[in-house]
């Protein structure tokens, strides 16, 4: 993996203190990094699914995905970013996809207390940096 890539993961973490854990997903589908602390090795294959579906106007698409035991609604879908909500107060994801409307994505793991919404920006921003690096 890139020192490039760690670097920003590194930055993103330090900025964003909600960000829990993270990974990066490559265009390609495959998993390029993750946190120590979070291990999405065996829901990739859902993430990538979720990442290649290519919704038309008014498709819903997947509802739920589960990653690591959790389940979590998929409560926004949309090229930019797909954010998903445990309803038993077990945090939250937001995947931003690479690039915008890609199959490579910055996957994390959000602090339950707050709202993903408080997070989406940074984490958007942070995606765009990798643009080129996946």
Avoid at 95 to 123: E, K, V
Wanted: hydrophobic share 35%; charged share 20%.
């Amino acid at each position: 993996m890139s020192s490039e890539i760690e670097s920003i993961i590194n930055d993103l973490l330090n900025e964003e203190q909600n960000v829990f854990g993270t990974a990066v997903v490559g265009k390609s589908g495959n998993l390029i990094t993750q946190t120590q602390n979070w291990d999405i090795t065996q829901d990739l294959s859902k993430i990538n699914e979720l990442l290649q579906t290519k919704l038309e106007l008014g498709q819903k698409g997947m509802t739920s995905i589960s990653i690591q035991g959790i389940k979590y609604m998929i409560v926004e879908n949309t090229e930019e970013r797909k954010i998903g909500t445990n309803i038993k107060g077990q945090g939250h994801i937001i995947i931003a996809p690479i690039p915008i409307g890609g199959t490579g994505a910055l996957i994390c793991y959000i602090n339950p207390q707050i709202t993903p919404r408080d997070a989406l920006f940074s984490i958007q921003s942070f995606a765009q940096k990798l643009q080129d690096l996946v």
